[in-house]
């Protein structure tokens, strides 16, 4: 049994997520193989062959494939589908754009967003945000499969010694292209790959708010910093900064909410973080069910007293 899994990367560096991927695979058994599709990626080969547990590496470089657009890396998965058992992603923006059209034209049924592993057909998922499992089996001769990250380890990322083959680049569909893209640059940590995490809602009242109380504990705790979906929607930060079921989903060692009530969507993405604190000043708050440790308190007075106080 072979498994494939799609690398994500950015065509010099593989991005953390694939490594979740590879552990998701690992735990299903079989021969991992890992796909990288990009444009002047032989970098990312490189990375990916030393990916504990990985047996072969395939690459396709191709201009058309340097934006990883997911028609044409969809089409370039499913003619190279056959002989797998098991097709493989992170859950991901990418990963949810491009496995449902691989799913479609295989005409398997997608299983989205794995955060357990039974047996090779058999699969545990989250439901209804999270507030419950749902076990899944599948009789599909190839099993579809987003995987998400917070469920599994990272795969090691030294002493594997796979074996890197070229693959012959499908053709350019044009069906889309991109035309430009924005970046958020910042010297904190990615936020989804973040050890710890600090969280502003609604609370906050304001941008200017959110940016004076929270950068200097976050500046003293090395943290990346997040929002809840209200926080988004007030304009006080940009989305990309979104923590929620349909933000980031993340686990961190250490998740501090600071305003944050703790609707159902917010806990969906952040509910399996190691240990998560809680400032807010209504002690009614929903966050406080899950919170490891809950302070009832006005947050332009505690926050810059906990900061002093590290």
């Given amino acids: ?148 990250t917070t469920g599994f380890d990272a795969a090691a990322t030294g002493g594997g010694s796979a074996a890197v083959e070229a693959l012959a680049a499908g053709p350019d569909l044009g069906q889309s292209k991109l035309i430009s893209r924005e970046l958020t640059k910042s010297a904190r940590p990615e936020l989804g790959a973040a050890k710890i995490i600090v969280s502003g809602g609604r609370g906050m009242g304001s941008g200017e708010n959110y940016h004076k109380v929270l950068e200097p504990l976050a500046d003293k705790l090395g943290a990346a910093m997040g929002a809840s979906r209200a926080a988004v929607d007030a304009g006080f930060v940009p989305n990309d900064y979104q923590v929620g079921q349909t933000g980031k989903i993340v686990a961190p060692q250490l998740y501090i909410a600071i305003g944050i009530s703790g609707a159902i969507q917010h806990l969906a993405g952040m509910k399996d973080s190691k240990v998560i604190v809680a400032i807010n000043k209504d002690p009614d708050a929903p966050i406080f069910q899950v919170a490891d440790y809950g302070l009832v308190a006005d947050l332009f007075a505690a926050v810059p007293e906990l900061t002093a106080a590290l």
């Fill in 1 to 148: 049994m072979s498994l494939l899994v799609i690398a994500e990367h950015d065509n010099a560096s593989l991005k953390a997520a694939t490594l979740n991927a590879v552990t998701a695979a690992a735990r299903i058994g079989g021969e991992i193989h890992i796909l990288v599709a990009g444009s002047g990626c032989g970098a990312v080969a490189e990375q990916a062959a030393k990916v504990a547990g990985v047996a072969k590496v395939r690459v396709a470089d191709a201009a058309h494939y340097g934006d990883q657009t997911a028609e044409n890396l969809a089409a370039l998965i499913v003619a190279n589908a056959a002989g797998y058992s098991h097709i493989l992603a992170p859950a991901t923006s990418n990963g949810k754009n491009t496995l449902p059209r691989v799913a479609a034209l295989l005409d398997v049924a997608q299983i989205s967003e794995i955060s357990a592993v039974v047996d090779a057909d058999t699969f545990v998922r989250p439901i209804y945000a999270g507030n419950a499992m749902a076990t899944v089996k599948s009789a599909d001769a190839t099993k579809v499969i987003t995987v998400r």
